[in-house]
């Protein structure tokens, strides 16, 4: 297994009470969906590990408290501190309509609906300020920005993301 395979869920950031509970930052939109996690993968210096939870408590916000099976006091869990956590890709629930996740779109036909097929999604390009769809378009690249505006339908059968493209953003490229 490498990094492909799997996707980021959050962060470990400290022990928690001295029963070898970490808190973690949980970096997905809807954390009480994992109130049910039975495991996370762990990097170890390029090793995936698997750690079984035991328990998991989501609190407010993103925050949850969780205690991996064998971990049994503060001076274990600490070993853990600012370690990522991750999940496999097929764990991710699928997602309908308009909503779609970044890697699941890549190779994708973009189809704006003035010009036509412009090209193929290579990537999302996920940037602190805005993502943009980074598009093959013949030997240049295209960047439109991605918001819910842009999008208007992904045909996940035909491999196909329909955007309103930015008025006069793709003549630019012309």
Do not use: C
Not at 105 to 133: C, N, R, W, Y
Not at 145 to 163: N, S
């Amino acid at each position: 297994m490498n990094k492909d395979d799997f996707y980021y869920l959050g962060k470990i950031s400290k022990p928690f009470g001295s029963k070898g509970q970490v808190a973690a930052f949980l970096d997905v939109d809807e954390p009480l969906h994992y109130r049910k996690l039975e495991s996370v993968y762990l990097d170890l210096d390029g090793e995936w590990v698997p750690f079984l939870i035991a328990s998991i408590e989501i609190q407010s916000g993103r925050r949850a408290l969780l205690h991996f099976e064998d971990v049994n006091n503060a001076q274990d869990a600490a070993v853990y501190t600012g370690r990522e956590m991750y999940l496999p890709l097929n764990a991710l629930p699928p997602l309908k309509g308009k909503k779609f996740y970044y890697h699941e779109v890549t190779g994708f036909a973009v189809i704006d609906e003035i010009h036509g097929t412009i090209g193929f999604l290579t990537k999302v390009m996920d940037l602190p300020k805005q993502s943009l769809l980074q598009i093959a378009f013949g030997e240049k690249e295209l960047l439109v920005p991605l918001v819910d505006e842009v999008i208007l339908k992904v045909d996940r059968k035909k491999r196909e993301l329909h955007i309103r493209a930015p008025e006069g953003l793709i003549d630019i490229y012309l």
